[in-house]
């Protein structure tokens, strides 16, 4: 699915990837994990061509990513970063559909992926679509930021901390329901964190 060979990356003269080559399977949850500074969130960013390596090649299906528009590459990427990045001017349902109305949905398609999306985390479509970001909590609010990363159904998604900035009880419950949407809709994630507690209830395999 995604395979990394040899890639490398410096700033400067201080190098941040040093020939980093490993694989990551179909539906699998993989952890990235390891103090700041490390290059966790260096290593994501050059999935989806955010970050462009010095050296080496990044594969997805097989497919050199520098051969692929770098703007259709991310709309096949589902991305979510602990500052949420909301748009504060769009509602719940605004925000989720972001992505699918880019890609031209139909109203009626797009209404009903936000629809489901909201029922999986228990957000009731009559009760939360119509609200602001400013309303929600922050708990919510990252909610929402998850599902706008689902809701065109991107095979892969990528998660850079995203529940650092949450209380535990919120952070626990959020790990929970990504695990299990991970599970429900078999897409593979690759998840940035520094705290290995959490590396260890979420991954399928650790890097």
């Not at 970050?51 to 051969?67: F, L, R």
């Not at 209404?111 to 479509?125: G, N, S, T, W």
């Amino acid at each position: 699915m995604i395979r990394f060979e040899n890639v490398s990356k410096k700033y400067g003269n201080t190098p941040v990837l040093d020939e980093l080559s490993f694989e990551i399977q179909q539906g699998e949850f993989v952890v990235l994990i390891g103090p700041s500074g490390c290059g966790k969130t260096t290593t994501l960013k050059t999935i989806n061509r955010l970050i462009e390596p010095n050296a080496g090649k990044i594969y997805i299906d097989g497919k050199d990513i520098t051969d692929m528009n770098p703007v259709e590459l991310r709309r096949g990427i589902g991305y979510v970063i602990q500052q949420i990045g909301l748009f504060p001017n769009m509602t719940v349902e605004q925000n989720i559909a972001v992505v699918p109305k880019l890609l031209k949905y139909p109203k009626d398609k797009w209404q009903a992926i936000v629809h489901d999306l909201l029922e999986m985390v228990d957000m009731p479509y009559e009760e939360n679509a119509h609200k602001y970001p400013s309303e929600l909590s922050g708990g919510q609010q990252q909610r929402i930021g998850v599902l706008r990363a689902l809701a065109a159904s991107p095979p892969i998604i990528l998660m850079d901390e995203p529940f650092g900035a949450l209380d535990p009880i919120t952070r626990d419950t959020l790990q929970d329901e990504v695990r299990r949407l991970q599970k429900k809709l078999k897409k593979t994630i690759v998840f940035v964190t520094h705290d290995m507690d959490e590396a260890l209830k979420m991954a399928d395999t650790i890097v």
